[in-house]
Each structure stands twice: as C-alpha cells, then as structure tokens.
C-alpha cells in the first residue's frame, strides 16, 4: 500500500523557514516525479514544486522560486521542501503527491498519490 506522509508543518512568523518531509513507501519511485501543492481555505489547489526522484531535476511555481527549494533523500524515501522567507499568503495546507511520468503543474488529477497535508500558518 503506497503512503505519502507529511510532517513538519506548523506556525511560523512571515519571513520564517520552515521544513516539510514526505516519507514515501509501499514502491519503487525511481520513475516519479515528487510534487508539493498547497491549498489555502476558499482557494484551489494550487502547484509548488516538483523534483524527479532520480535525476534530482526541479521545476517550481514563480511564486515560490528563489525562496522554496526541493531535495530528497534515497536512502530515507523522503522528499523534502525548504521554506525560507515565508509570506503570510503561504499559509495554507501543503500536500506531497507522486506522478508518473512527467511533473503535471496544472492537473491534479494526473497526480497518482497524496498524503494527507500539513498546516503551514505564516503569522504577520
């Protein structure tokens, strides 16, 4: 049974960091893209990032680039998104999701598995 869990949310002053893992199991996601959404209350869902999980290559929303950097880790099945200069618009529920096999920014439901979020409040 494939699980995606996020953890490391939580409430941070604006211009704060902020570290979100993603413990990925249950396969092999040596031909996934790893993606990072976000979805603030009334909004859609909305597209962070996404990281190939084995070429490492990145591709990020313009509104996040520069501030928001995505990594993994192999040997922990775990994908990361770095959070600097939090802006009070960041807050919001952030969710990992899995696709393959190209990164869909705009398509959510194109992504084959979620994890369940984490809140991210950024206070001003």
């Known amino acids: 049974q494939v699980q995606l869990v996020e953890s490391g949310g939580g409430l941070v002053q604006a211009g704060g960091s902020l570290r979100l893992s993603c413990a990925a199991s249950?396969?092999?996601?040596?031909?996934?893209?790893m993606g990072w959404f976000r979805q603030a209350p009334g909004k859609e869902r909305e597209f962070v990032g996404c990281i190939n999980w084995s070429t490492s290559r990145t591709y990020y929303a313009d509104s996040v680039k520069g501030r928001f950097t995505i990594s993994r880790d192999n040997a922990k099945n775990t994908v990361y998104l770095q959070m600097n200069s939090l802006k009070p618009e960041g807050t919001a529920v952030y969710y990992c999701a899995a696709v393959s096999p190209g990164c869909s920014y705009y398509n959510t439901d194109a992504w084959n598995y979620w994890g369940q979020g984490t809140q991210v409040t950024a206070s001003s």
């Open positions: 249950g396969r092999s996601f040596s031909r996934y893209y």
